[in-house]
């Protein structure tokens, strides 16, 4: 990938905050979604929301409808792992619908748990390995859409949805071939130590950890409601950064023993030498979330995974254009290697 931001829009920060904000996401209107909720095995639910096309699906926008139109014969559907805090409405998810728009494929992007805009109701949330979560979306809908008469499945996570999604290719092996055709991540921090530390530190502290505890303490304030004495209420107010939030809430509530367990457990990179399938692994060197020393190297993976590292992009940004710029950088150059990279035949 030989991304190059544009002259307007220097450094890493920048080109982090002002795609997310500003830039435009779509060509035209935003993308159409219909949801459908699924009951999880342990009795919770997520929800997953499935782009309308206007040529084959005519439901209104606000259908509620259970089943989302049927796959065309071949037509290959891309899965969208959203980030922290993320969902169907982040820029990047609505930059990818519109690339699948474009180019005639299904779009569906599972909600982690908490994430839809509806509290779940067991006592768990999600985390930046759930790759046993990912397994089970993965395969449902493959089932389907292979019962469809469809085509492809791929797999894109950005951020911590690509750790997750990258944890289970690894975890996965050549198994993953029966559920996905290729998987790619972009921005994610697969390195969770060096990230989680990054950005606990100077502006990232003060600009992106408030902002997803903004969100994250009072849903999990709100968990406690639901489930009283999971954790101390006192100590999460008092939590300052995402490595004291994870060791109040995340680590204890999905098994580990505390914030350093799970960083290193969860962790993809050292999962990826062991990924079967084609595999993309985008992150810009600018990434103010991910340090460049803490990207994989070429000997530090499998031969099927492929490392893109542009010296630009910041964290899920890679605006290009005249400003206020388009956020396409990305769904074009990685939606394109993908459906590039699908085995053919399918073994």
Not at 50 to 68: I, M, Q, Y
Not at 84 to 99: K, N, Q, T, V
Not at 108 to 137: K, Q
């Amino acid at each position: 990938m030989n991304y190059v931001a544009p002259w307007w829009l220097p450094g890493g920060n920048l080109q982090t905050i002002w795609p997310a904000l500003y830039a435009r996401r779509v060509a035209g209107e935003p993308p159409r979604y219909r949801r459908e909720r699924w009951d999880t095995p342990d009795g919770d639910f997520i929800d997953v929301d499935f782009l309308v096309s206007e040529t084959f699906d005519k439901a209104p926008a606000d259908s509620t409808s259970p089943l989302p139109a049927a796959a065309r014969p071949g037509q290959p559907l891309l899965v969208l792992f959203h980030g922290l805090e993320g969902s169907s409405r982040s820029h990047y998810a609505e930059a990818f619908a519109d690339w699948c728009a474009r180019q005639g494929l299904a779009f569906a992007v599972p909600h982690f748990r908490g994430c839809s805009g509806e509290l779940n109701h067991a006592p768990r949330a999600y985390h930046s390995g759930d790759f046993e979560e990912i397994d089970w979306i993965l395969r449902r809908l493959r089932a389907r859409h292979t019962t469809e008469g469809g085509g492809p499945l791929l797999a894109v996570g950005v951020s911590l949805g690509g750790n997750a999604l990258m944890r289970w290719a690894g975890e996965m092996g050549r198994a993953a071939r029966d559920v996905a055709d290729a998987v790619a991540s972009v921005s994610s921090p697969i390195d969770l130590a060096a990230g989680g530390h990054a950005i606990g530190r100077g502006f990232n502290r003060l600009v992106y950890t408030r902002m997803f505890l903004k969100s994250m303490k009072p849903k999990a304030l709100a968990k406690l409601a639901q489930h009283p004495g999971l954790f101390d209420r006192d100590a999460m107010l008092a939590a300052r950064d995402l490595y004291e939030f994870d060791n109040l809430f995340t680590a204890p509530l999905h098994g580990f023993r505390n914030t350093e367990d799970y960083w290193a457990r969860a962790s993809a990179k050292p999962h990826l030498p062991r990924i079967r399938i084609p595999a993309l692994v985008v992150n810009a060197r600018n990434d103010p979330f991910v340090p460049a020393w803490s990207l994989p190297r070429r000997n530090e993976v499998g031969s099927h995974v492929t490392l893109w590292q542009p010296a630009h992009g910041g964290h899920v940004g890679f605006a290009q254009g005249r400003a206020p710029g388009h956020v396409q950088a990305i769904p074009d150059a990685v939606g394109s290697w993908l459906l590039g990279n699908v085995p053919s035949p399918r073994q």
